[in-house]
């Protein structure tokens, strides 16, 4: 763990570092004469590493080495610390929590556009009108230089900016603007360029809301915990649009005003427009800046809103996952949007989740964490259930309006009519959008599928199209003409006739929403239609654009998947239809329950959030499946004590820690031999701490051209556990022919 070191008398000459590899290991190194007093525990330096030199980060200061013989710090790049302590210590947990090693975790802690030693800000030429000279001078020194007089009268409107800029607006040369500097006239000098992520903000303010009286009771309860010495985590519970966000803001607003910061995470990068909008909107002309950090950035974007939320500049930071790992100094509040969601869980090594960092942080830090969702995760209702988190339940809309109705349509019936032919619309469904239409009524359609059928299939052969590097059918775009694999990616041509039989008419089954997009267009030829999923929202802007034509009305139905289902706020949705409800409930996974109620109960919120009341209609073939049945009453409570008891039952989590080890290798017969081998090995040391079941090929058993081998296991004493599994992990990784990956706490068990 991180020393502290102000009692020493004497300043460290040791630094314990983490070398920018993957190794389960720091090493000593010696502080040299002139950089005594200058290194810190987080410092980033460059560090000689055998034959190389590597950019390093210092973890600890030390009196004395452990080894006889230590390389002296080549380089301090930057005086300040790079990492607070608070993070360092979440290093260091994360390592023996995930069973991770230490330069992983510190990658993770870091992005690479700060990691790298070559990263730096971005400088251009700034050119600025000296002040104080009298017009008939500078009248008098041009009059004959006609442009170097255009570009002092362009300067009089100006007064300053990027000479780049200066040169395409008034069409003036840069050695025009350089003579204007050699006459003392004008400044040019190199300035640092801030790289912003976002596009155009409000220029009004979104004023604070009136909150209603449950509202104000989790606004007192955060406040309260900002003032104890070890606050417990605060599980905002409440249905959709109850107004959890508004009580962040209120919250936020007064952490800043005592002079501390905030981080607020949310899980996906299509909420970060509208959340981006609305705090802006909300802390406009007061002077609180806005720092924003997930995937969709440029790494120069990434550097800047880093070294900004570094040195203190930025009072909040929103993000997704990553936002976790900001280095926010005087952190007052952290806030997790949606807090159920799996896009939290980090699926490359380390396989960190953000939310439990959150709710380490928030201990490291002294200060409270708000856990908000209308569906929350089975893990935050049991530590309600143990007195480890506080709970407060919003149980109403923020505004007049109800809970929108929930219909279930039952396909099987449905369909079964006589002459009737099998559509992705039922009937149902069709006359409630055109009902909103004639109206001038929003609707939504969702299904969690992308692409214009995920199977082609030979109806005379059967012969289906098939990935040749994964075990899944290939997906047809049609808009590219193509067929693709949504594992690996690899794609072709969409053949004209079937390869086996040369029959010239495939079969398509299993629609996806580009299918759905074309259906809609032809039942609704008048409206106007987006659609929202990776392949439409592919470049960096489109999100935001889409999402503003639908605030705007420029949009009658929108189709999408889930990047449409959760936090967004759409208040002339009024009408929303789930085109296919039962394709989670197919997965071998003992979340699948858990995932379909909570993406039904999140995509219904989306309907009847103003004044107009909202209508839900649930396309399935599975009615009476609890998890539908549930969504269908808005029942939550009885949804969770039911799943709850099932999972204590058979001892799944949230009632223990979980482990996943897979195993990968082009060679199935070898994978699996070696998987058979290393497995029981792995069984014999974790007996005396949990449970584990045997070797199975994965649900997705090849992909890209690696097949996948896994072990469950259910461990009663997690760090026991983890200290007994890692030489294993470690002596494994070591076997060429396979790759061995331990995931804890795995949320994906395909």
Request: overall charge neutral; hydrophobic content about 40%; proline content about 5%.
């Amino acid at each position: 763990m991180v020393n502290s070191l102000t009692a020493l008398s004497l300043p460290p000459l040791f630094a314990r570092i983490v070398p920018e590899l993957s190794l389960d290991r720091a090493f000593d190194y010696s502080i040299p004469d002139f950089l005594v007093g200058r290194v810190k525990v987080g410092s980033k330096v460059k560090v000689p590493f055998g034959s190389r030199t590597l950019v390093g980060f210092v973890l600890e200061l030390r009196e004395r080495a452990e080894v006889e013989k230590t390389k002296p710090i080549l380089e301090l790049l930057g005086e300040s610390s790079y990492l607070p302590a608070a993070l360092l210590e979440m290093a260091q947990w994360m390592k023996h929590y995930y069973c991770a090693s230490l330069g992983s975790v510190m990658m993770t802690l870091m992005p690479k556009s700060v990691r790298h030693a070559d990263a730096k800000f971005k400088e251009r030429l700034w050119v600025t009108k000296i002040e104080g000279i009298p017009e008939e001078t500078v009248a008098k020194e041009v009059h004959r230089a006609t442009k170097q007089r255009e570009a002092w009268e362009f300067l009089q409107f100006k007064s300053e900016g990027w000479l780049s800029d200066f040169t395409k607006e008034a069409g003036i040369s840069v050695a025009t603007w350089r003579a204007l500097e050699d006459r003392g006239f004008v400044s040019i000098h190199s300035k640092t360029e801030e790289r912003l992520p976002w596009m155009e903000m409000p220029t009004q303010p979104f004023l604070p809301l009136v909150l209603h009286e449950e509202q104000q009771q989790a606004l007192a309860m955060i406040l309260k915990e900002m003032t104890e010495n070890q606050p417990k985590p605060i599980l905002i519970h409440g249905i959709t649009g109850s107004g959890k966000t508004e009580v962040y803001l209120q919250a936020i607003h007064e952490v800043i005003r005592a002079g501390k910061r905030a981080i607020v995470l949310v899980p996906e990068i299509s909420l970060t427009p509208q959340t981006m909008e609305r705090f802006h909107g909300r802390f406009l002309g007061e002077k609180v800046r806005i720092a924003v950090l997930h995937s969709h950035l440029s790494d120069g974007e990434r550097h800047d809103q880093w070294h900004q939320i570094r040195e203190g500049r930025a009072q909040i930071v929103i993000g997704a996952r990553s936002a976790i790992f900001a280095p926010m100094p005087d952190l007052g509040l952290i806030v997790v949007d949606e807090e159920h969601e799996s896009s939290y869980k980090q699926e490359e090594n380390p396989h960190y989740h953000a939310r439990d960092l959150a709710v380490l942080r928030g201990h490291l830090e002294k200060i409270p964490v708000v856990l908000g969702s209308a569906t929350p995760s089975l893990e935050s209702m049991l530590r309600v259930e143990e007195g480890k988190y506080h709970k407060i339940r919003l149980n109403r809309r923020a505004g007049a309006e109800s809970l929108p109705m929930i219909h279930l349509v039952d396909l099987k019936k449905d369909f079964g009519k006589k002459g009737k032919k099998q559509s992705m619309l039922s009937e149902t469904l069709v006359a409630a959008v055109q009902a909103r239409l004639d109206r001038g009524e929003q609707s939504l359609l969702f299904l969690n599928r992308r692409g214009y059928s995920s199977s082609i299939q030979c109806p005379q052969c059967g012969v289906v199209q098939e990935c040749a590097h994964c075990s899944v059918s290939l997906t047809y775009h049609r808009q590219k003409g193509r067929l693709q694999c949504h594992l690996c990616g690899e794609g072709k041509a969409m053949p004209r006739s079937c390869p086996g039989c040369g029959f010239d008419d495939y079969a398509q089954s299993r629609h996806g929403t580009e299918k759905i997009e074309e259906v809609v267009a032809a039942v609704f030829p008048k409206a106007r239609i987006c659609r929202i999923d990776s392949d439409t929202m592919n470049t960096k802007h489109a999100l935001h654009h889409a999402l503003k034509a639908v605030s705007n009305r420029e949009v009658d139905i929108l189709i999408g998947t889930q990047m449409i289902t959760k936090g967004l706020h759409f208040p002339w949705v009024t009408c929303v239809g789930v085109i296919d409800s039962d394709l989670a409930l197919q997965i071998p996974d003992y979340r699948s329950s858990e995932r379909v109620f909570q993406t039904l109960m999140q995509v219904a919120g989306r309907s009847g959030r103003s004044d107009l009341p909202g209508e839900v209609y649930i396309q399935t073939k599975m009615p009476f499946h609890p998890a539908i049945q549930f969504a269908r009453h808005h029942d939550i409570d009885g949804f969770y004590e039911q799943e709850l008891e099932f999972r204590r039952t058979v001892g799944f989590p949230p009632y223990c820690r979980s482990i996943l080890i897979e195993w990968k290798g082009k060679h199935e017969e070898m994978s699996q031999r070696i998987s058979d081998l290393q497995s029981e090995e792995i069984r014999k040391a974790v007996a005396p701490f949990g449970e584990a079941g045997y070797v199975s090929p994965a649900p997705l058993h090849k992909v890209k051209d690696l097949y996948r081998f896994h072990l469950f296991i259910k461990s009663r004493d997690h760090f026991a556990m983890v200290n007994a599994l890692r030489p294993l992990i470690e002596r494994f990784q070591k076997v060429k022919e396979v790759q061995v990956k331990i995931d804890v706490d795995p949320y994906h068990l395909t």
